[in-house]
């Protein structure tokens, strides 16, 4: 049997919406957030913790709602290059992140200083991985993606869409969080960020209030942390890797597709009325 395409797998990656949720409000509280970083299971924990009841934001949702990435730059250019988070108050993450009750994955985990300001009450979870086999994984979806030609010239003519995805990974998480401004820089910050960000994280939060989980450990130690009963089902495993390969594939295909289809909107016409000139003029 062939294996399912990630369409197959995870029909909510390719349910699109175009909502601009500044100004919006909070309508369920937030309560875990997972802060592993990029290529540490986080579609893995974002799937875990939707099963366990929590509406979980992935960078998928950002992918889905292309508007997101908007205030996701702004979020970073604030942290990582002005340095003034004042104007990411409650406010900010209430609109953001309103409609869900806990996150998973970059960029939110890089903000974990600033949402646990926010909602002090939160339960948080970290997943580390060993920095080789990590950076592995790094190398073959994010580095790789940075490095895509067709990414960048589909983002190009396809701003709303791919280009929005492109300039959050350029602009954001390259230059941004890892301070990066070529591939070759990024492959020598990659491993050190990476490892700061898991120091800082666990400096900085009461033991109490985190669980340090390692990948394989199954639904256990996460249900006794949150307090949840044990599903029915297998904890999910997700080849992240090959899946989001697949993905930014797809998506990239999406928005080209599209912008082909707008393009011939207009080239129709503008072929027919040449067409009719010359066929007048020749007569």
């Given amino acids: 049997m062939a294996a399912k395409s990630v369409r197959e797998r995870r029909p909510d990656w390719f349910v699109f919406t175009d909502i601009d949720r500044r100004g919006a409000s909070r309508v369920v509280p937030i309560e875990v957030l997972s802060l592993g970083f990029a290529r540490t299971g986080t579609a893995s924990m974002q799937m875990a913790l939707t099963m366990l009841g929590y509406p979980t934001y992935h960078t998928s949702r950002i992918v889905t709602n292309p508007p997101d990435a908007d205030l996701w730059l702004e979020a970073i250019e604030a942290k990582f290059t002005r340095h003034d988070t004042s104007s990411l108050d409650r406010g900010f993450w209430d609109a953001l ?8 994955d970059v960029p939110a985990a890089s903000f974990h200083e600033e949402l646990r300001a926010t909602y002090p009450d939160v339960k948080c979870i970290l997943v580390e991985r060993e920095v080789e086999a990590w950076y592995k994984s790094w190398y073959d979806v994010q580095i790789k993606a940075f490095g895509n030609v067709m990414f960048k010239v589909v983002g190009a003519i ?16 390259v230059r941004g969080i890892t301070g990066a401004n070529t591939k070759a820089e990024l492959e020598a910050k990659s491993r050190g960020v990476y490892l700061a960000h898991n120091e800082r994280v666990k400096a900085t939060i009461p033991s109490d209030r985190i669980l340090l989980y390692t990948l394989g450990s199954g639904w256990e130690p996460l249900c006794a942390f949150l307090g949840k009963p044990i599903p029915d089902e297998p904890f999910p495993n997700i080849n992240e890797t090959a899946m989001i390969n697949e993905y930014v594939q797809a998506f990239i295909t999406i928005g080209l597709t599209n ?20 066929y007048a003029a020749s007569a």
């Fill in 259 to 278: 912008t082909l289809r707008r393009w011939s909107l207009y080239a129709l016409p503008a072929v027919a009325i040449g067409l009719a000139w010359w």
């Fill in 97 to 104: 992140l309103g409609h869900v009750s806990a996150i998973s």
């Fill in 158 to 173: 396809n701003p709303g869409f791919v280009g929005r995805q492109y300039r959050l990974l350029d602009a954001g998480v």
